[in-house]
C-alpha cells in the first residue's frame, strides 16, 4: 500500500495522431520536461556523433526562463542531473538507457515578453513557444491542446518547445522539487515521441506522475537513447497550429491511487487532497456525485483551504444549480495577500466548474452572466488591488504582474462562459465579437480579443455538441 500515498501530476498536452489530426491526451507530467530543450537540430545531431556508440546520447537541452521567475545555471543543471540519475538507474538494467543523460546547453536564457509570452494561455502562444527548440519556464499554463486550469507543462508530440512551470499552487515544495526532474524526463520523452504508459503506475510515461516515478521500459529506453524522434516523426510537427476546440482533458497532479484496477474509493475529503491541478477522469469524479453537499461545505472550509482548486474541480463534475452562487462567491471575492497562491488557483478552476455545471444542467446564461463580467480584464485588476506591491521590491504583485494574471483570468472566464454551450450566450459571444471588430483598439490588442472570442465560439459549439469535458485538455 506505499503507493497509495504517491502523488501524482497530470499535465496536459496535445499529441498528433498519425493522421495529423490533434488528438489530446493527457499528458500526466506538466511540464516535467519544460525546462529540457533540445538546442538544436545541428547540436543535436553533432552530440549524437560523438557519442552515439555503446556510450549512450547526451541530449543537450537549453533553457529559457520567463526573467521573473527565478532560474540559474546550478539550478537547471540539478534538474538534469536528477533527471540523467533516473536514467542511469534504469540503464543499470536495460542497456538502452545506458548512458543516456540531459545536459544543459548554454546559459539559462531569460526572456522578457516581447520575446515570448510570460505564460501559456492561447494556442497561438504554444505556436510560439515551440517554435524554437529550448524548454521554456513560465508562469502559468492554462492552455494545452484544450483547457486547463493549471499545468505543470505542455509538450508536442513529437516536436519541440517543452513549456513548463516551477511551482504548482498549492503543492509543497518538497513536492515540487521532487517531481521537477520527472516532469522534465516525461516532457523530453514526448518530445522525442513517446506516449503516456497507462500499464505502469511509477513509469516516468505515466499518465500521473510524482517523485517516486522512475521506471522506463525497454522501447521507451530505445527512444530516450536515440537521435532521432520515435517514428521518424518531424519535429517540425509541432509547430503546427493545433485546431480550437479539440478534444482535451484535464491535467490530474495527484495520482489517485496506483492505476491498479481496484475501484476503491476513497473518502472525499482524502480525494481533494491529492494535489491534482487538473481535471481527473470524469468517472473518478463522478463517483462523488453523493457527496455534493459536504463538498459544497468542504469549499468554504478554512481546513480545506489548501485544497480549493481541486473542490472546485470536483464541483464541476457534480454540481448542480445550487453550487452556481458559491462558485460567482469565490469569482467575485478579492485575493487576498495572505493566501494569493490559494486564491488565484481557486480562481483559474472556478470558471471553468461553473461553465461545465451550467452546461450539465442546461443553466440559462443569466446564472453564469458574473463571467461575462470576469471576462473583462477591469473585473480582475480590482479584484487583485489588495495584492498589489505599495513599492517595487515589496512583497506582492507589480503592476505587469497584475495585468498578466489578469488578462489570464479573464481568458479563463471567457472560456467558463463559453463551455456552457448555451444558444443565449453564443448569441452574446458573437455581438462581443461584432463590437471588438469596431472598436477603437490598438490593433495587437483588436487581434488578440478577437482571437479569444473565435475560440470561445468554436468552445461553445463543442461543449454543446459534445459536453463540457470535450474541451478539457487530455
Ligand atoms: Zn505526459
Not at 28 to 48: D, K, P, T, Y
Not at 125 to 133: I, M, P, R
Request: with cysteine; hydrophobic share 40%.
Amino acid at each position: 500500500m506505499f503507493h497509495m500515498t504517491l502523488m501524482r501530476v497530470f499535465e496536459p498536452r496535445p499529441a498528433f495522431s498519425s493522421r495529423g489530426v490533434i488528438a489530446m491526451r493527457h499528458r500526466h507530467v506538466a511540464g516535467l520536461l519544460g525546462r529540457l530543450a533540445i538546442a538544436g537540430f545541428a547540436a543535436f545531431l553533432l552530440s549524437e556523433v560523438q557519442t552515439a556508440d555503446a556510450q549512450g546520447i547526451d541530449h543537450p537541452i537549453c533553457v529559457r526562463n520567463f526573467n521573473k521567475i527565478p532560474l540559474t545555471d546550478a539550478d537547471v543543471d540539478d534538474i538534469l542531473s536528477r533527471a540523467s540519475a533516473i536514467l542511469s538507474e534504469v540503464g543499470t538494467t536495460r542497456l538502452p538507457c545506458q548512458g543516456v543523460k540531459l545536459s544543459r546547453q548554454g546559459n539559462v536564457a531569460p526572456f522578457d515578453e516581447s520575446v515570448f509570452p510570460r505564460s501559456l494561455a492561447l494556442e497561438s502562444e504554444f505556436t510560439k513557444f515551440t517554435g524554437d527548440a529550448c524548454v521554456k519556464v513560465v508562469e502559468r499554463i492554462i492552455w494545452c491542446g484544450g483547457l486547463v486550469p493549471g499545468a505543470l507543462g505542455c509538450a508536442p508530440v513529437p516536436g519541440q518547445g517543452l513549456v513548463v512551470v516551477r511551482r504548482v499552487l498549492g503543492l509543497t515544495d518538497s513536492f515540487n522539487r521532487g517531481v521537477e526532474p520527472v516532469t522534465w524526463l516525461h516532457e523530453f520523452g514526448h518530445t522525442r515521441g513517446l506516449q503516456h504508459n497507462a500499464l505502469d503506475s511509477l513509469s516516468v510515461m505515466a499518465p500521473g506522475l510524482g517523485p517516486t516515478n522512475r521506471s522506463i521500459n525497454d522501447s521507451e529506453c530505445a527512444v530516450l537513447g536515440s537521435a532521432v524522434p520515435a517514428a521518424g516523426a518531424a519535429p517540425l510537427a509541432a509547430a503546427m497550429p493545433m485546431p480550437a476546440g479539440g478534444l482535451i482533458e484535464l491535467a490530474q497532479a495527484t495520482g489517485v491511487t496506483p492505476q491498479s484496477a481496484e475501484p476503491a474509493r476513497m473518502p472525499v475529503e482524502e480525494f481533494v487532497k491529492q494535489t491534482f491541478l487538473h481535471n481527473p477522469p470524469l468517472e473518478k469524479l463522478k463517483q462523488y456525485e453523493g457527496d455534493l453537499p459536504k463538498v459544497q461545505e468542504m469549499l468554504f472550509d478554512p481546513k480545506f483551504a489548501p485544497y480549493r482548486s481541486n473542490i472546485i474541480v470536483l464541483l464541476g463534475a457534480i454540481g448542480n444549480k445550487d453550487t452556481i452562487p458559491l462558485l460567482a462567491k469565490i469569482i467575485d471575492t478579492n485575493i487576498s495577500p495572505e493566501k494569493t497562491d490559494v486564491d488565484i488557483g481557486a480562481r483559474l478552476a472556478a470558471p471553468l466548474a461553473m461553465g461545465t455545471i451550467a452546461n450539465r444542467n442546461n443553466l440559462p446564461e443569466k446564472d453564469i452572466s458574473i463571467l461575462r463580467s470576469a471576462s473583462q480584464q477591469g473585473f480582475w485588476e480590482q479584484r487583485l488591488s489588495l495584492v498589489k506591491a505599495p513599492n517595487p521590491g515589496s512583497k506582492g504583485l507589480d503592476d505587469d504582474d497584475v495585468r498578466a494574471l489578469s488578462r489570464d483570468l479573464a481568458i479563463q472566464s471567457t472560456r467558463g462562459y463559453a463551455i456552457s454551450g448555451s444558444e443565449e450566450v453564443r448569441s452574446k459571444l458573437q455581438e462581443e465579437h461584432a463590437g471588438t471588430v469596431s472598436a477603437a483598439l490598438p490593433e495587437p490588442v483588436r487581434q488578440e480579443q478577437l482571437s479569444i472570442l473565435n475560440d470561445a465560439l468554436k468552445l461553445n459549439k463543442t461543449s454543446k455538441e459534445m459536453g463540457a469535458y470535450a474541451t478539457f485538455s487530455k
